[in-house]
C-alpha cells in the first residue's frame, strides 16, 4: 500500500523564530561573535531571505565565521546547549501534537530546512523526528569552514534534496504533504500533493489564496 510522506520545514513552522537567527543570536551572548557588525549583517541578510532573493553562500560564511577555529566536538555541545535552551521552549505545541499523531500512525515524517545541517539534526530528535535534512558545510581538519557542500536545502534546492532522501530510504511511494510557513519554499509546495501554511509570510499567504492552500495559526504563549 503506498505510503504517504509528511515534510515540514523547521524555522517559523515546527518553531517559533528562525534557529539561525536564534543562533547567532545565542553566540553573540556568549561572547563568540561582535555583537554589532554580526548582527547587523545578519539582519540584513534575513531580509533578503524574507523577500526570496537571499545569498545563501554568504549567509552560511558570516554564520559559521564564529565556529571556524573550534573543534567539531566543541560546537556539538554548544549547539545541543543551544537547543535545550532556546529552542525546546519554542516548539510550537500545535507542532509536537500533530508530529505525535504521525507518529502514531506510523507515517513518515522529514524535516527539510534551509539551516545549516548542525543545527537541523540537532533539533529534530527533541521533536520526535529521525529523518531531518538541513545545509550541508564543508570541514577541514577538524572545523567548519563556513563553505557549502553540495547542493543545499534552499528553494529549489529543497526538491532536489528531497529526491535524494527518497532515492536512498525506501519508505515512501505516496502521496506528499507539506508545512511551511516560507515563500522560499515555493517550489516544495508546488510538488507537493497536499500543503498547510504554518502562519505564513504575506507572500506565500497569498499564493495559497490562489491556490486553496489552508493556513494554520500555531502559537506559543510565552513569546
Not at 111 to 117: C, F, L
Amino acid at each position: 500500500m503506498p505510503q504517504p510522506l509528511y515534510v515540514f520545514d523547521l524555522d517559523n513552522t515546527l518553531i517559533c523564530g528562525d534557529s539561525s537567527t536564534l543562533w547567532s543570536r545565542y553566540l553573540v551572548r556568549q561572547g563568540f561573535a561582535d555583537n554589532a557588525g554580526y548582527l547587523q549583517q545578519e539582519k540584513r541578510l534575513m531580509r533578503d531571505y524574507a523577500r526570496g532573493d537571499m545569498d545563501l553562500h554568504e549567509y552560511v560564511a558570516l554564520t559559521m565565521s564564529p565556529l571556524r577555529e573550534m573543534p567539531i566536538a566543541l560546537v556539538d555541545r554548544m549547539v545541543a546547549q543551544y537547543v535545550a535552551s532556546e529552542i525546546v521552549p519554542r516548539i510550537y505545541p500545535q507542532a509536537q501534537a500533530l508530529i505525535n499523531q504521525l507518529h502514531a500512525d506510523k507515517q513518515p515524517v522529514l524535516i527539510i530546512s534551509a539551516s545549516v545541517s548542525l543545527l537541523v539534526k540537532a533539533i529534530a530528535p527533541v521533536l520526535g523526528i529521525t529523518h531531518a535534512i538541513g545545509v550541508e558545510v564543508k570541514s577541514d581538519n577538524d572545523r567548519y569552514t563556513g563553505e557549502l557542500d553540495g547542493t543545499p536545502s534552499y528553494q529549489h534546492g529543497k526538491i532536489s534534496c528531497l529526491n535524494d532522501f527518497l532515492a536512498s530510504h525506501q519508505l515512501y511511494d505516496g502521496k506528499l504533504t507539506f508545512y511551511t510557513d516560507s515563500i522560499n519554499d515555493l517550489p516544495l509546495c508546488e510538488l507537493a500533493d497536499r500543503v498547510f501554511m504554518v502562519n505564513p509570510c504575506p507572500q506565500l499567504a497569498a499564493q495559497g489564496e490562489q491556490r486553496g492552500w489552508p493556513a494554520l495559526n500555531w502559537q506559543l504563549s510565552r513569546f
